[in-house]
């Protein structure tokens, strides 16, 4: 079983439209979360962390269950530069190892 | 500069032949990754560095993989006997290294083909 499991997508949706996004880790030690964006040919950078109590930041909101191991990226309104690989990202104690999910493909389309 | 810097940004191999990856993290981070990325696919964790401690080997897939930090800065990823499944764009990575909750500040990898 990965560390991190992403459903893959792609997901297909019209500017405007919700879409939420999903993500499981394996090990219940993982301390620190956060969702990456990757766009095409380029290197991931950080969207925002993921807090317990939840978190948003404009139209992205990010939410952490610890009981289910589990982690969601919502995005609102979407536009068509939100199109791009979303990437979960764990990062476990013992050594701060930092594990990345295999992405989400998300194209938002006109 | 002030950024994760990696050289080469291409590197074309033949089969069999080693190559070395470069990698330059931010001044001042103590933690240093390299990950692997093939084409469509997602980051595959190879070595962590950080600070003076053991390196963390779990992810390198094969002996023909290895890395290394001189001086706490400079890293080096080698890939020895070079095959076609290696071809893939090499990312490092670096964070400050001393909070769980920092994040990392990627290169612009280096995109390895094997013929």
């Known amino acids: 079983r990965k560390e991190v499991e992403q459903d893959p997508g792609p997901f297909n949706v019209p500017e405007g439209a919700t879409v939420a996004f999903n993500c499981t880790y394996s090990n219940s030690a993982s301390q620190s979360f956060f969702w990456y964006r990757q766009d095409c040919r380029k290197e991931p950078k950080l969207l925002m962390s993921?807090?317990?109590s939840g978190n948003e930041d404009g139209r992205f909101t990010a939410q952490l269950n610890r009981a289910s191991q589990y982690i969601s990226l919502l995005i609102r309104d979407s536009k068509l530069s939100d199109s791009a690989t979303y990437l979960c990202v764990v990062k476990n104690t013992g050594g701060f190892k930092t594990i990345f999910g295999a992405g989400t493909r998300l194209f938002v389309k006109a | 500069g002030a950024g994760v810097s990696q050289s080469p940004s291409n590197k074309v191999t033949e089969k069999g032949k080693d190559v070395e990856l470069r990698c330059d993290p931010i001044s001042g981070h103590t933690a240093l990754y390299w990950y692997r990325q093939s084409l469509g696919q997602g980051l595959e964790f190879l070595i962590y560095?950080?600070?003076?401690?053991?390196?963390?080997k779990s992810g390198l897939p094969s002996d023909r993989f290895s890395a290394e930090r001189t001086g706490g800065s400079v890293s080096t990823l080698t890939i020895q006997r070079t095959q076609q499944e290696d071809s893939a764009v090499y990312l490092c990575?670096?964070?400050?290294?001393?909070?769980?909750?920092?994040?990392?500040?990627f290169g612009s990898g280096t995109q390895l083909s094997v013929l």
């Open positions: 993921v807090y317990s």
């Open positions: 560095f950080q600070g003076n401690s053991a390196p963390d």
């Open positions: 990575a670096s964070s400050q290294g001393d909070r769980i909750s920092e994040k990392l500040f």
